[in-house]
């Protein structure tokens, strides 16, 4: 199916071009949101922000434009721990998409068997103060330990500053971890000097602590227009992304991000945050793995 900007499509949204990257066969998007509808789905009362509504058919429409075979949705803080709108784009995805939810300690055994049937297969807990007020860490190992014998893996984001005072907390999860967005680096900082040393160690000294080499477009500060001609663009954050493609070649994710809440300066186009992907991961086995190995093993282990 070919993309087609719907009726309702976000109206500040111009569309994204065709990526001139192939991606391979059975490739994963393995960071992306629903929003609402709100009229459906309505958001969170405590939210730090309200997003423009992007549905499930607008995300499957855009994986099928992409080229993408599949699509890992995450659960985005405006709709809380309210799960119906991640749920009902899993239920509607023909087994093409698995589900990372927000829980409280209150959730019933039920309810986490409920999303797991639909697809659910991580938590995500989020430190960066702008998006959630505080959650108190017994909480959160409580929730850890509950959905550790799901099979299910912990989704954490948080600012960079933050990791030395955080670390402690991490490597005491009992399941693996998965950073979103590499911990989000100051790009401006050199790749080599001690703040992404100190991501780079807590991933080699951490084997069940894996990152999405995603977000270039909100770690960015040259921004998506490419400085040496190339189509894909921000070429700041290409070093420290493949750093990690390189390093940790097995336990790394990639994801569009998309609709991108919070972007204020730009809108990314997600064609080519796709072109952006060889330059991270320069070979055809780097890709595979990035895109189709690693988040089947993670996402979609029976198959
Ligand atoms: C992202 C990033 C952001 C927002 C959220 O849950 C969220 O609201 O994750 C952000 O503002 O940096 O991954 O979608």
Redesign the pocket.
């Known amino acids: 199916m070919s993309f087609e900007k719907t009726p309702g499509w976000l109206d500040w949204y111009a569309g994204p071009s065709k990526p001139a990257f192939k991606l391979p066969a059975g490739a994963v998007d393995a960071?992306c949101?629903v929003f609402g509808p709100g009229a459906v789905f309505p958001y969170a009362p405590e939210r730090?922000?309200t997003?423009c509504d992007a549905s499930k058919d607008q995300l499957f429409a855009l994986r099928d434009h992409l080229g993408f075979a599949r699509n890992v949705i995450?659960?985005?803080?405006?709709h809380g721990a309210d799960n119906r709108a991640l749920v009902d784009a899993l239920v509607h995805a023909n087994g093409m998409a698995r589900g990372v939810a927000t829980v409280r300690r209150t959730v019933t055994d039920q309810e986490l068997q409920d999303m797991h049937r639909a697809g659910v297969r991580g938590v995500?807990f989020?430190f960066?103060k702008?998006?959630?007020d505080f959650t108190p860490k017994d909480e959160l190992i409580e929730i850890a330990n509950r959905i550790a014998p799901l099979g299910w893996h912990v989704v954490i984001?948080f600012e960079a500053v933050d990791l030395p005072e955080l670390q402690d907390f991490f490597t005491s999860l009992p399941t693996t971890v998965v950073v979103?967005?590499m911990g989000?680096p100051d790009v401006t900082k050199p790749v080599d000097g001690p703040e992404f040393a100190r991501f780079v160690a807590f991933m080699r000294d951490n084997p069940n602590v894996w990152s999405k080499v995603?977000?270039p477009e909100?770690l960015s500060v040259s921004g998506p227009k490419a400085l040496d001609g190339q189509r894909a663009a921000y070429d700041d954050v290409v070093p420290f992304a493949r750093h990690l493609v390189e390093s940790f070649p097995d336990r790394v994710l990639w994801g569009t991000?998309w609709p991108?809440?919070?972007?204020k300066d730009h809108m990314p186009d997600d064609g080519l945050l796709v072109d952006f992907i060889p330059r991270i991961a320069p070979t055809a086995p780097l890709q595979q793995k990035l895109l189709v190995d690693n988040p089947m093993r993670l996402y979609w282990p029976e198959e």
């Open positions: 960071h949101h730090k922000y997003p995450v659960q985005a803080t405006c995500r989020n960066v702008r998006l959630v984001y979103d967005h989000r995603s977000c909100r991000d991108h809440p919070n972007l």
